[in-house]
């Protein structure tokens, strides 16, 4: 008998997609405890923080952080949700690639992207993904701002 190995995501214990808001919405951006424990870092050092979804620019994809304010949104950026009370943004372009994928914000060792906030602390956020279930894309039909 053989035993199976699990994924490196089963490995994290995430928050996972299957949790839903007070409405019984999936939530579109979820973290894994160790995403969360660096925002705390962050937001300790730098106040409130978010996350805007990188489109492929410098820093290919990488989730970046800012402190609030120094990243500014508009018409072109769709609100995904908050993880660690850090609001998650992504481009509506990208969200509309995306917008059948589940987002969970976690960390892996190396540098951040260059504007990112951890930048420097030899971990880095980390996006990991997987697609809604049909039941799921049919919840979040409208959930996000745009």
């Not at 979804?53 to 018409?75: E, I, K, L, N």
């Not at 990208?94 to 190396?110: C, S």
């Not at 951040?112 to 997987?130: A, C, D, T, Y």
């Amino acid at each position: 008998m053989s035993e199976t190995a699990s994924s490196p995501a089963e490995a994290l214990e995430p928050v996972t997609a299957e949790q839903a808001d007070n409405a019984g919405t999936p939530l579109r951006v979820t973290a894994t405890p160790a995403a969360l424990e660096l925002i705390e870092e962050l937001k300790a050092e730098y106040g409130p923080v978010m996350f805007h979804q990188s489109g492929g620019c410098c820093d290919g994809s990488s989730p970046m952080c800012y402190p609030v304010g120094d990243f500014v949104t508009g018409d072109g950026d769709v609100h995904l949700g908050r993880v660690g009370g850090a609001d998650f943004f992504i481009s509506r372009s990208q969200f509309e690639v995306w917008k059948h994928t589940h987002i969970m914000l976690d960390v892996v060792p190396g540098r951040g992207g260059m504007f990112s906030l951890e930048n420097g602390r030899e971990k880095r956020f980390h996006i990991r993904s997987r697609l809604f279930t049909s039941a799921e894309n049919a919840a979040l039909s409208g959930a996000c701002r745009l």
